[in-house]
């Protein structure tokens, strides 16, 4: 009796690991568009990126900015442009790094998050748990 009720527990936990591992996978981020144009980096779908996954353009430039140590601005039809030319992987790097850290709800690891400020905490506030974490301020 009780080695059935172990090999039961067992067998939810396996059940809840690759579900909640499965659960981020629906959200696909796109791979970036990069082009070099002399001394400039240019993530053609910066725009398109920041959709995807939720968040403010403006807001993930200057977290990309900080990341990379350069200095990062948007144009006029949201394309990201870095200073220097940096290579692909540590941009796809940054990325990941924004989603998980800014997007990804800690307790469930749901993506249907939003960033919430309340005085001067930012907190990612998950739309399926409910969670409330506090996230360092980018400036």
Known sequence: MVDDYISLLERIKDNLRSEGSGRVSRLEIPSPD????????????FRQIADVIGRD????AVFMGKELATSANLDQEFRLILLGRKDRESIERVIQRYFKEYV???????PDTKLVKERKVTFLVCEACGARSPVREVK
């Not at 353009?57 to 993930?60: I, L, V």
């Not at 990804?104 to 749901?110: A, E, F, Q, T």
């Open 34 to 45: 990069i082009v070099w144009v002399g001394n400039r980096t240019i993530i053609r779908n």
């Open 104 to 110: 990804i709800c800690p307790v469930c690891g749901s």
């Open 57 to 60: 353009p403006q807001r993930m």
